[in-house]
């Protein structure tokens, strides 16, 4: 699987858009782009995932770049249940297990 | 619930003994997953089922380490000879082998050797 680089932490205020943005620029042709938050004490939990189009569903929005080489999750409307470590992670669709990172570290401030 | 289950969701071991978690997936799901998660890191894959068979046993850390799904159905980590840096949250999911590939955690149990 690719590897992915995203900073370690991020503060956004409750409320506003959460972007938090995710390096991937060795992905391959057929590796999807993963994102799954994991709450304090909790197992992560799965957000939203897509190839080369953008996405969306209730919790976020997916933005891939054309090149495939960066991502962005949005968060529309942050609030404090969402601060969390949130991970990116490109896999081919139907692998074996997740190669998860350190995560960005995302805290809504009230 | 419906929900990955697991057991115990908290375990404390002298070094040296034997520990055995269990994990009950989505009753739909026919791939199982074990992660390991120490402090301050992302969980780190383990091992996984597709039905009972175990179709990646390579980055299970030691062997003393070792997991069972007999029926395809729950499936059990064995941890022998327990040692201090054994010391993580222990962690199990489920999925289906397509359709997206979505894998459901459960709450972990968290291990800790004294």
């Known amino acids: 699987d690719a590897k992915t680089t995203q900073p370690p932490s991020m503060d956004c205020a409750e409320g506003r858009a959460a972007n938090l943005p995710c390096n991937h620029s060795?992905?391959?042709?057929?590796?999807?782009v993963y994102w799954y938050r994991q709450i304090h004490s909790q197992g992560p939990q799965y957000i939203i995932h897509g190839l080369k189009n953008n996405e969306t569903n209730e919790m976020a929005s997916l933005i891939i770049t054309e090149d495939r080489k960066s991502s962005t999750l949005i968060l529309p409307h942050a609030t404090l249940r969402d601060t969390a470590v949130y991970y990116c992670i490109v896999r081919v669709e139907g692998a074996d297990g997740l190669t998860f990172g350190k995560g960005t570290h995302l805290i809504i401030q009230p | 619930d419906t929900g990955v289950s697991q057991d115990p969701r908290h375990k404390i071991t002298k070094r040296g003994q034997n520990v055995t978690f269990r994990c009950d997936p989505i009753s739909e799901h026919n791939r199982l997953y074990w992660y390991r998660q120490t402090l301050g890191q992302g969980p780190e894959f383990l091992t996984y089922?597709?039905?009972?068979?175990?179709?990646?046993k390579s980055r299970l850390l030691s062997d003393r380490f070792s997991a069972e799904r007999p029926k395809g159905s729950f499936s059990t980590l064995e941890i022998q000879r327990t040692e201090q840096g054994d010391s993580a949250m222990y962690l199990c999911?489920?999925?289906?082998?397509?359709?997206?590939?979505?894998?459901?955690f459960g709450q972990g149990t968290r291990l800790t050797v004294v």
């Open positions: 999911a489920s999925s289906y082998q397509w359709l997206g590939s979505e894998a459901f």
């Open positions: 060795t992905i391959s042709g057929n590796e999807y």
């Open positions: 089922f597709q039905n009972e068979a175990q179709l990646e």
